[in-house]
């Protein structure tokens, strides 16, 4: 069984800065790409940061641009998200996301995080 749990979320002031922490436990074989994703109130989902399996950052949507930084941690299977100069329209819940085989003869799967949230007062 695998499991991606979430950390760091809160209220911060606007211009203020978070980082999150996700680790990725269980029957772990391999990770393919990790992402960040998050989901405002009354909004879809959206992608925000996507990094591959070698630890290169792909991808950031234009709304984050410059200001997240997303990195994979010092612990093993873990993966952070900066967050700078956060602003009201960064309140959402953020879900960790990644791609897992927890086998040889096994083909990625999508794993979930449950969400941690990020609150920004103005």
């Known amino acids: 069984q695998v499991q991606l749990m979430e950390s760091g979320g809160g209220l911060v002031q606007a211009g203020g800065s978070l980082r999150l922490s996700c680790a990725a436990s269980?029957?772990?074989?391999?990770?393919?790409?990790m992402a960040w994703y998050r989901q405002a109130p009354g909004k879809q989902r959206e992608l925000i940061a996507e990094?591959?399996?070698?630890?290169?950052?792909?991808y950031y949507a234009d709304s984050v641009k410059g200001r997240f930084t997303f990195s994979r941690g010092s612990a093993q299977n873990t993966i952070n998200l900066q967050m700078n100069s956060l602003t009201p329209e960064d309140t959402a819940v953020y879900y960790c996301?990644?791609?897992?085989?927890?086998?040889?003869?096994?083909?990625?799967?999508?794993?979930w995080g449950k969400g941690t949230l990020v609150t920004v007062s103005s």
């Open positions: 996301h990644a791609d897992i085989s927890t086998g040889a003869d096994d083909y990625f799967r999508p794993y």
């Open positions: 269980g029957s772990i074989f391999a990770i393919d790409a």
């Open positions: 990094l591959t399996s070698s630890g290169a950052a792909t």
